[in-house]
């Protein structure tokens, strides 16, 4: 099946920041979705991605759909503290009858100090 | 966007009982689904709940482990029957509102997940 590959799998940073993370799949998708969970609490969609190069932002976040369709960034800048928390791409559009479900990346723990 | 709640938010249960969880969301939505996420980890898809029709599993998930309910479209249950200490988890129902089995853009929202600990 499809698997994706997110890095890092944690970040340590001081605030004020720029952070960095990715994913990269092993086959195309054509939707990729950045989420942040808080603890004890469900995933929040940050942004959602539907085209090959698009580049799309949401106050201080960027991601950006990769021209190949196997990878997305996400960029947080001036990072604060209540930046803190897991970061989840995920993917969608396998071949066959699956292309409805999301395939999750690992996730990137984000610590920032204040 | 859509709202969802889940009830409950989170319960301690014995060995060899079940729990039914409960996801409504604030308005119709295509597609529904039920996700675990075990301590730590990312998450995976339990199954798929079809309005009016057998939900559709994952591998390594069965019926009768996991029944789903979906009576209608802003509402589904999901049951963790006969739970073990390994069924220590969250649970998430997660929607969205336009994909269809066809598409596959279309944003996708998540509930506030339901935490169970098993005893």
């Known amino acids: 099946g499809q698997q994706l590959n997110q890095s890092p799998q944690s970040m340590f940073i001081q605030e004020g920041e720029d952070v960095s993370m990715n994913c990269t799949s092993s086959s195309i998708f054509n939707t990729w979705l950045w989420y942040k969970q808080d603890p004890g609490e469900g995933p929040v969609l940050l942004i959602a991605l539907y085209k090959a190069g698009e580049l799309t932002s949401n106050g201080r976040l960027t991601a950006q759909f990769g021209i190949t369709r196997k990878d997305s960034f996400l960029n947080i800048s001036a990072s604060i503290p209540s930046d803190v928390g897991i970061y989840f791409c995920a993917g969608r559009g396998g071949s066959g009858g699956s292309n409805y479900k999301l395939t999750f990346g690992k996730g990137t723990l984000l610590t920032v100090n204040p | 966007s859509a709202v969802i709640s889940q009830k409950p938010s989170r319960d301690i249960c014995q060995r060899g009982t079940s729990l039914t969880i409960q996801c409504q969301v604030d308005?119709?939505?295509?597609?529904m689904f039920w996700y675990r996420q075990q301590p730590g980890q990312s998450l995976t898809l339990i199954a798929t709940?079809?309005?009016?029709?057998?939900?559709?599993?994952e591998s390594g998930f069965v019926i009768d482990k996991f029944p789903i309910s979906r009576p209608n479209l802003t509402f589904s249950t999901l049951t963790v029957s006969n739970m073990s200490p390994e069924d220590s988890s969250i649970y998430l129902c997660?929607?969205?509102?336009?994909?269809?089995?066809?598409?596959?853009?279309?944003?996708?929202?998540f509930g506030p997940g339901t935490r169970l600990t098993v005893l």
């Open positions: 308005s119709q939505v295509t597609m």
């Open positions: 997660s929607v969205s509102p336009g994909l269809a089995a066809s598409s596959s853009y279309n944003e996708q929202f």
């Open positions: 709940a079809n309005q009016g029709s057998e939900a559709t599993y």
